[in-house]
């Protein structure tokens, strides 16, 4: 089955410079090894595709259930030289939440999804 | 020695709640009240207000604010800490200690002053040496735009502030300084922490980055669970209850709205990160990868296990330099078709100014209410959208140019497509676009110096 991040997890995100960071966060522990394996750096290159168009690198916290992700060259210029409404990245978090995973019947319900 | 401190953040930013601040001074019992002024452009509004008035280039927010809470900071032995002196410390600890006289507070407040920060003067000095002053994002020597550069900054760590506070300050008034130094250097001051003592130094260095955005902790701007977040009208800001062992509790002061819990704070910790396993200030190099989190309680959160490693022999620097202009025009297109009659009047837009022979560097057409935030993952906008928001910005180092483009807008609403509105506003705002120049210097070239003022 499919599934939508929204489900799995919450995020916030913010820029530096020209890169946008989205901190992804499992809502239970329990999901967090599933993001760690379904949500890499070159599905969230895809997912973004047409909005980064630099790399995307992606970094793990398992303390904190989180995976952390900068999207380069993604805000127009970044800071003051960007003309987007959303120069700063507040709204990529959202917009990864969008992702949809593969999770096959079996995990899904040891999951409880 | 105190075991526990509270340290409350009374701004995210320059222009955050103005009552905020009071509010934690007089919402229960802290040690502390620290506060963010500057943005990474701040800086250069400031030094433009000083080149035209010498008295001028501070927060003059703050100034007002400390009318309001000093008496009761000076009544409880409240410490306050705030980057709000700008490029104009001096300028700001005097009108602050004008303040403080009119209070009849003269002989009962020191004033500590951290300068050193600004390095606007020393520029060609540096270039002259070989000091490049790289931008950290794009690799271009400084020397690229040297005649633009408005403004040239380090950002100091807690060492001066803890010297003042050391030396008895009442106020402590910075330039430019990191915001998570504004919390560090009280938890530095007040349990004698070593300079080496880099787990440590990194727990206060987190706990700083946790209340640095204000309320982006307790409650605010926070997806999970948002619907059910009480009464954020009466947001509560964080507090940083920490202790002599470097451990600390995330908490904001009873009966104020919001919510401090494990998710909240995960969600700040988040916020900007770049590579978690180190998070560099001037004081040491924190590792996110090691914070522990628990629940503690109603509205607090334990933070605890931190690690961190030796500070670099660096200072980040933050430069503004002069980069153009730029504007944004906007009309809304109603239904029906709202979205095809938006992207046509761009299409005419983009006509006339290519008729006009008009160039920019950058032009750029979002929609609102279709895709402006989302782009392409927000999918085909349906034809029955209530209205759309065309918004059309340009930008190039030409004001003329942008100037020209801000009177190709309004005119559409008669010669474009039909159901159209939402030009009350006049013409579009011409803008100069300061742009941000971070770079690197070594910390031998920078001396941070601490004076204190007695009132």
Known sequence: MKIQLRRLAHAR???KGDTANVGLIALRDEVYPLLVREVTSARVKEHFQG??????????LPNLGALNFLLHESLGGGGTLSLMTDAQGKTFSTALLRMEIEINDAEAKELGL | MKQRIRIAAGQGFWGDLPD???????????????LDYLAEVTMSIMQKQKARDPKAGYARDFVSLMKEILPACVARDIKVIANAGGVNVPGCAAAVAEVARALGLGGKVKIGIVTGDDILDRVDDFLARGIELRNMDTG?????????????????????IVEALNKGAQVVITGRATDTGLTLGPMIHEFSWAADDWDKLAAGTIAGHIIECGAQC????????WQSIPDLANVGFPIAEASADATFVITKHEGTGGRVSVPSV???LVYEMGDPHEYITPDCVADFTTIQLAPDGADRVKVFGIKGRPATDSLKVS?????????????????????????????????????LGLRFDQILTEYVGANATHGPLAGEPSPDLAEVQLRVG??????????RFTKEIAPLILTGPPGVTGFAGGRPKVEEVVAYWPALIPKSEITAAVEIIEV
């Open chain 2, 140 to 160: 271009e020597p400084l020397s690229s735009v040297r005649d633009r550069i408005q403004s040239a900054n380090a950002y100091l760590g807690a060492a001066p």
């Open chain 2, 266 to 268: 995960k969600e700040q």
């Open chain 2, 20 to 34: 905020a601040p009071v509010r934690q001074v007089e919402g229960g019992p802290i040690d502390y009240l620290m």
């Open chain 1, 13 to 15: 995100s913010g820029d």
């Open chain 1, 51 to 60: 909005i980064c168009k630099g790399e995307v690198e992606r970094f793990e």
């Open chain 2, 394 to 403: 340009v930008r190039v180092n030409d004001r003329a140019a942008i100037e």
């Open chain 2, 218 to 225: 307790s409650g605010g701007n926070c997806q999970h669970e």
């Open chain 2, 319 to 355: 430069i503004s330099d002069s980069a153009g202009y730029k504007a944004v025009g906007t009309l809304v297109y109603s239904w029906p078709d709202a979205y095809a009659k938006a992207k046509a009047a761009d299409q005419i837009l983009r006509a006339r100014l290519d008729r």
